[in-house]
């Protein structure tokens, strides 16, 4: 920093679940280089639970962009405003929170060139999906200032998740993510079917996810007619999940929140692809992980950095052509141990 005081930095991600966790990276690095520096993180709505008591992060600022978005924002500007940050790093590549940096009066602002209003940043940095992890895209806003070694994200689920979730650690168990939002990333409910099936060997099925998994996980848990699956859905909150996974044999997720979580805990993980691939920077960060996907190549994979609401071509096979067997082998390896 050159000699500047770094008294107060704020990050800024106000994406989804996933993003936030993955930006925890950034907490953790900047902690390592000044760790008498008050790190706040600016998020979405609906969010903040995940950072609840977190024992870096200073303040948690709420951005609610469903209601008055407009007037919401100008509120967030005024709070950042008032903070006077040293610093401030801005993930997002979109407008809105471009805004937010640009109005923040902060000494330093950083950003991606991306973002429209990068012109403005004190510092832009080349946003490139080719050959990076998310992590490492991220930790290039800082790199400057701390080194060239991207901090892996991290969550602190407290002593009341861990005392939560105890009651469902009596025995060996594996935790199972099957929702995302996004229909081409959901390994199809067919597929969860046939892979619990073919789980011979006894132990405890978690199905997790937020309330809004509910139906779809109870929907698999009863279709598998077998005692060793629970739906958990809605009766664990984030922290709770995060804690729980911590403590599984192994997680198996989608591309999707879930594997983030499992990766700030460090987790054992068996990540399942559909329509995205690894190579857009977003795959497992835990020691032990193992991906899963369609060995074909196919002329439509991927459809979209994201995921879509329904397969473009009406064929879904890059979910429906995925062999399980290789998920098994992994379940069987890791209760035999």
Same mark, same amino acid.
């Given at each position: 920093?050159g000699?500047?005081?770094?008294?107060?930095?704020?990050?800024?991600?106000?994406a989804?679940?996933g993003d936030?966790?993955?930006?925890?990276?950034?907490?953790?690095?900047?902690?390592?280089?000044?760790?008498?520096?008050?790190?706040d993180?600016?998020?979405?709505?609906?969010n903040?639970?995940?950072?609840?008591?977190?024992?870096?992060?200073?303040?948690?600022?709420?951005?609610n962009?469903?209601?008055?978005k407009y007037l919401?924002l100008?509120?967030?500007?005024?709070?950042?405003?008032h903070?006077?940050?040293?610093?401030?790093?801005?993930i997002?590549?979109?407008?809105?929170?471009?805004?937010?940096?640009?109005?923040?009066?902060?000494?330093? =602002?950083?950003? *991606?060139d991306?973002n429209p209003?990068s012109y403005?940043? !004190? #510092?832009?940095?080349? @946003?490139d999906?080719?050959?990076y992890h998310?992590i490492e895209?991220n930790?290039?806003?800082?790199?400057?200032?701390?080194?060239?070694n991207p901090?892996k994200p991290?969550?602190y689920p407290?002593?009341?998740?861990?005392?939560?979730?105890?009651?469902?650690?009596?025995n060996?168990?594996?935790?199972?993510a099957p929702?995302?939002?996004?229909f =081409?990333?959901? *390994?199809?409910v067919?597929?969860?079917l046939e892979?619990? !099936? #073919?789980?011979?060997? @006894?132990i405890?099925v978690?199905l997790?996810g937020g309330p809004?998994?509910?139906?779809l996980?109870?929907?698999i848990?009863k279709k598998s007619?077998?005692?060793?699956?629970?739906?958990?859905?809605?009766?664990?909150?984030?922290?709770?999940?995060?804690a729980?996974?911590?403590?599984?044999?192994?997680?198996?997720?989608?591309?999707?929140a879930?594997?983030?979580?499992a990766?700030?805990?460090?987790?054992p993980t068996?990540?399942?692809?559909?329509?995205t691939?690894?190579a857009?920077?977003?795959?497992?960060?835990?020691?032990?992980?193992?991906i899963v996907?369609i060995?074909?190549?196919?002329?439509?994979r991927?459809?979209?950095?994201?995921?879509?609401?329904?397969?473009?071509?009406?064929?879904?096979r890059?979910?429906y052509d995925?062999?399980?067997?290789?998920?098994?082998?992994?379940i069987?390896?890791?209760?035999?141990?």
């Amino acid at each position: 920093m050159g000699g500047q005081t770094l008294r107060r930095v704020l990050i800024i991600q106000t994406a989804f679940l996933g993003d936030v966790i993955l930006a925890t990276g950034l907490v953790e690095k900047i902690h390592q280089h000044y760790p008498d520096t008050e790190i706040d993180f600016l998020l979405r709505k609906g969010n903040e639970s995940l950072l609840e008591n977190h024992p870096i992060i200073n303040e948690i600022i709420i951005f609610n962009k469903s209601e008055t978005k407009y007037l919401n924002l100008l509120k967030v500007i005024r709070k950042i405003r008032h903070k006077k940050y040293d610093l401030i790093a801005n993930i997002q590549r979109y407008f809105t929170t471009g805004i937010i940096t640009i109005f923040s009066n902060a000494a330093i =602002t950083i950003g *991606f060139d991306k973002n429209p209003l990068s012109y403005f940043f !004190s #510092k832009k940095i080349k @946003h490139d999906f080719d050959g990076y992890h998310e992590i490492e895209r991220n930790h290039e806003l800082i790199a400057w200032f701390t080194d060239n070694n991207p901090a892996k994200p991290r969550l602190y689920p407290q002593k009341k998740n861990l005392e939560k979730v105890a009651r469902y650690q009596d025995n060996s168990y594996i935790c199972i993510a099957p929702a995302s939002v996004w229909f =081409t990333k959901q *390994f199809p409910v067919e597929k969860w079917l046939e892979l619990i !099936s #073919k789980i011979t060997l @006894h132990i405890q099925v978690y199905l997790i996810g937020g309330p809004d998994d509910y139906l779809l996980c109870e929907e698999i848990c009863k279709k598998s007619k077998s005692t060793q699956v629970s739906n958990l859905c809605g009766a664990i909150d984030l922290l709770d999940t995060a804690a729980l996974m911590g403590g599984a044999v192994l997680n198996i997720v989608n591309d999707s929140a879930p594997m983030h979580i499992a990766s700030a805990m460090n987790a054992p993980t068996c990540a399942i692809y559909c329509s995205t691939l690894p190579a857009l920077g977003y795959g497992p960060l835990s020691a032990e992980s193992r991906i899963v996907e369609i060995k074909e190549h196919l002329y439509c994979r991927p459809c979209g950095i994201h995921g879509r609401k329904n397969c473009p071509e009406g064929h879904f096979r890059c979910a429906y052509d995925i062999n399980i067997e290789e998920i098994i082998e992994m379940i069987n390896n890791k209760i035999k141990k």
